[in-house]
């Protein structure tokens, strides 16, 4: 049975399949434990192809694949010129206003009425992913008035950021309403919002979408920053976007941000997820630079859950060999002493939540580290929680999650060191030591004669009641 050792999982974003249907297979084989789909570049229809395929890969190898569907979010972009293009140039009056006609040098349609309503004179407008910048010099009804700083070529359709400035937009199109309803019969376990600016945009997609999936906020707005805590909380995963918030934050700010936001999340034992031009040059080249080599180490020595690939395997040249060569990087880091050291560091800076189930988890990290047998650890879990708990002591062990729900088996896909199984329920206390030397034989979890150390809930089948710890000999 194939089982991936490393502690931090791998998102790869799936493209086009057509005629390579294997793919998907490859992928897992290669490291990739979760699959992310981009609902901006194909219809729900195509990506429930691809779904089917990933759920037979799980029955083949007996594994919890997890799938996220990545909505589009609000897409701010100019309208058309009469040249399909012109270039600004620094120093120029440039205007933005709500005339549909075609624009030219002098001006340009901006379809985008909260606009007009949030931006004042000094504020920062970027056009082009931020290669073209300028500066609001005054506002009036459905007019902008801008100088240009940096100046370019602007053409049709192009986006627009506007840095700092929270807009009056939903994270949620009626586009992506309908996604989340076309996608209510799929096994979709995470939606992933795009443009999230406040925690009141997770708690309306938590409104549309209810328990079907869970939510995965991606923080790619500086707005974001300033609630960060409370959308950590609200939110089941978070994604650290940093393409779009490398856009909108000067450069030397992205890796000051990434590092807070995945502290901020260990602290709160929510998954978090570094994506983002990890190993973009592999889209053509079958070798990373060194510099890409040390960004995905980077995030895996700051305790990422996981790390996300997207151009590199959704139309890049060689999808395996990034997916391969991610998890060698990993493997590298997660063997080196000062990974663990660092990891058992920053865990003793975690607060407590001051519960027995927090307690019982530490302590079983704690037991695990101390016995000279123990290579890993059981959790019995209802809703995952458990799991989560014990993940985000980083003990530097692999978790065997064993509950009864196929569901909470696919969302641990994500989460930094677990592999998940779906296993009978639990009705006596006998089933405990039975049910997990079956699915430690069945996963390959360690050797005859190996001390493992246990957790669960007595009674079975309470949710948030892990109370037994509990060591077996395999």
């Known amino acids: 049975m194939y089982r991936n050792t490393n502690l931090c999982k791998?998102?790869?974003?799936?493209?086009?399949?057509?005629?390579?249907e294997d793919l998907i297979e490859k992928l897992y084989l290669a490291g990739a434990t979760v699959f992310r789909m981009n609902l901006s570049h194909a219809p729900v229809e195509e990506h429930a192809k691809k779904i089917k395929i990933i759920r037979d890969?799980?029955?083949?190898?007996?594994c919890a694949l997890g799938v996220i569907f990545d909505l589009q979010g609000p897409k701010l972009r100019v309208g058309v010129f009469e040249n399909d293009a012109v270039t600004l140039k620094d120093g120029q009056t440039f205007i933005l206003d709500l005339n549909e006609n075609p624009g030219d040098e002098r001006r340009v349609n901006l379809p985008h009425k909260e606009i007009f309503e949030?931006?004042?004179?000094?504020?920062?407008?970027?056009?082009?992913?931020?290669?073209?910048?300028?500066e609001v010099t005054?506002?009036?009804p459905g007019k902008?008035?801008?100088?240009?700083?940096?100046?370019?070529?602007?053409?049709?359709?192009?986006?627009?950021n506007v840095p700092d400035v929270s807009l009056p937009i939903s994270a949620l199109t009626e586009k992506d309403m309908e996604?989340?309803?076309?996608?209510?019969?799929?096994?979709?376990?995470?939606?992933?919002?795009?443009?999230?600016?406040?925690?009141?945009?997770?708690?309306?997609?938590?409104?549309?979408?209810?328990?079907?999936?869970?939510i995965i906020s991606k923080i790619e707005k500086p707005s974001a920053i300033d609630h960060l805590d409370k959308i950590i909380e609200y939110s089941d995963v978070i994604m650290v976007a940093r393409g779009d918030l490398g856009v909108e934050l000067s450069p030397e700010k992205v890796p000051v941000m990434q590092r807070r936001i995945v502290a901020k999340c260990r602290e709160a034992g929510k998954p978090v997820i570094v994506a983002t031009q990890m190993l973009e040059s592999m889209v053509n080249n079958v070798n990373p630079t060194r510099a890409e080599a040390s960004d995905v180490a980077t995030a895996v020595y700051e305790g990422a859950d996981a790390v996300m690939l997207s151009a590199e395997t959704a139309s890049g040249l060689h999808p395996v060999e990034a997916v391969s060569t991610m998890c060698r990087i990993i493997k590298t880091i997660e063997s080196e002493p000062m990974f663990k050291d660092n990891m058992r560091a920053n865990t003793a800076s975690l607060g407590d939540d001051s519960t027995s189930a927090s307690a019982i988890t530490k302590a079983a990290s704690v037991v695990a580290n101390l016995i000279a047998t123990s290579d890993f650890i059981i959790n019995f879990t209802d809703s995952g929680a458990t799991t989560l708990r014990t993940a985000r002591q980083r003990p530097c062990l692999p978790i065997l999650s064993l509950t009864p729900h196929v569901e909470v088996a696919r969302k641990m896909s994500v989460v930094c060191a677990v592999t998940a199984m779906r296993v009978n329920d639990l009705k006596h206390f006998e089933d405990i030591e039975?049910?997990?030397?079956?699915?430690?034989?069945?996963?390959?979890?360690?050797?005859k004669g190996a001390q493992v150390?246990?957790?669960?809930?007595?009674?079975?089948?309470?949710?948030?009641?892990t109370n037994l710890l509990y060591v077996i000999t395999l």
Request: glycine share 12%.
């Open 57 to 62: 890969i799980e029955k083949k190898y007996g």
């Open 434 to 447: 039975r049910e997990a030397r079956a699915a430690a034989e069945k996963l390959n979890f360690g050797e």
């Open 144 to 160: 902008i008035t801008t100088k240009v700083i940096n100046g370019g070529i602007l053409s049709n359709h192009k986006g627009v």
């Open 10 to 20: 791998i998102v790869a974003t799936l493209g086009r399949i057509d005629g390579r």
């Open 138 to 140: 005054a506002v009036e």
């Open 453 to 465: 150390v246990v957790t669960a809930g007595i009674p079975f089948g309470s949710r948030g009641d």
């Open 179 to 214: 996604h989340i309803r076309q996608a209510a019969d799929l096994d979709v376990d995470w939606f992933a919002l795009s443009f999230v600016q406040k925690p009141e945009d997770v708690v309306f997609a938590r409104q549309l979408i209810k328990s079907k999936a869970g």
């Open 118 to 134: 949030a931006v004042r004179p000094g504020n920062i407008l970027l056009f082009n992913d931020g290669l073209i910048r300028v």
